[in-house]
């Protein structure tokens, strides 16, 4: 039997360092002793057992993998020489051979989950280096799954594109989600009434498609062949350029992670 698996968290007492941490010890895949945890001002209290330190190289020199989840902006200079070891970015925009260069290590790998992580309903995306081997592979699998779901792409490019679209994870249905009870208030309906109505229309959408794996275009057109109110909806929404907004916003987010990674 080989040595446990040790993994270290760069900012995991930030938010999806912790959803992160939260989700990898549920699953079992580290054990609280062999998780490594970096803050920068005041010390969490959680994850007891775990090492938590404000020194992320004396984190990554105790580490088998390091995760970094820091802000894009906080990561050049953050000097952590990882020795060869994989290295698991969770920050947008930031190229592979940026990793790989400022890490000291061939093995690297691009992810972003998204806030969902924190209930374990992330889609995270990932891309390895060439220095990626199976085994490695396999740990950023079993991570990402703790979290959700995973799917190793294609390119570096397809990271780009999928930082708007799912990493974005909530922002979405949410922005849906407050234009839906603005309209229900300005009509009448009281906030609270307003807000459980949208509340329920999203959850109960999302186990839907969940259960039934069916593309959601033919959800939308089945509505819209039987003519009733959604129907009516569906189509007064797409007149306003529903469908070019999105179009327009998931342009914008993929072109901002390309010049992220740019500027790095």
């Known amino acids: 039997m080989g040595d446990p698996l040790k993994i270290g968290i760069i900012g995991g007492g930030g938010w999806l360092g912790g959803a992160i941490a939260a989700s990898i010890l549920d699953a079992g895949l580290v054990q609280p002793r062999d998780l490594s945890l970096s803050y920068r001002r005041e010390q969490p209290h959680r994850f007891a057992g775990s090492f938590w330190t404000t020194?992320?190289?004396?984190?990554?020199?105790?580490?088998?993998?390091?995760?970094?989840?820091?802000?894009?902006a906080d990561w050049q200079p953050l000097a952590v020489n990882a020795g060869g070891k994989l290295v698991i970015s969770v920050m947008a925009g930031i190229r592979l051979r940026e990793l790989a260069k400022h890490h000291?290590?061939?093995?690297?790998?691009?992810?972003?989950?998204?806030?969902?992580?924190?209930?374990?309903?992330?889609?995270?995306?990932?891309?390895?280096s060439e220095g990626v081997n199976d085994q490695d592979r396999a740990i950023v699998r079993a991570t990402f799954d703790a979290c959700g779901a995973q799917d190793e792409v294609a390119s570096e490019n397809d990271i780009d594109y999928l930082t708007g679209l799912s990493g974005s994870g909530p922002a979405f249905p949410a922005l849906l989600a407050d234009a839906m009870m603005?309209?229900?208030?300005?009509?009448?309906?009281?906030?609270?009434?307003?807000?459980?109505?949208?509340?329920?229309?999203?959850?109960?959408?999302?186990?839907?498609?969940?259960?039934?794996?069916?593309?959601?275009?033919?959800?939308?057109?089945?509505?819209?062949?039987?003519?009733?109110?959604?129907?009516?909806?569906?189509?007064?929404?797409?007149?306003?350029?529903?469908?070019?907004?999105?179009?327009?916003?998931?342009?914008?987010?993929f072109q901002k992670s390309v010049d992220m990674g740019n500027s790095s």
């Open 104 to 128: 000291n290590t061939d093995r690297v790998v691009r992810s972003l989950p998204n806030a969902a992580a924190e209930v374990g309903k992330s889609y995270t995306p990932w891309i390895g």
């Open 182 to 253: 603005r309209d229900a208030v300005s009509r009448g309906i009281t906030p609270d009434v307003a807000r459980r109505a949208v509340t329920a229309v999203l959850v109960g959408s999302g186990r839907l498609f969940e259960k039934s794996g069916e593309c959601p275009a033919y959800t939308v057109e089945a509505f819209v062949g039987y003519r009733g109110t959604t129907a009516a909806a569906i189509e007064a929404m797409r007149d306003a350029g529903f469908d070019a907004a999105v179009r327009d916003g998931l342009a914008a987010a």
């Open 55 to 72: 020194d992320s190289q004396r984190l990554a020199d105790r580490s088998d993998v390091i995760i970094v989840s820091v802000r894009p």
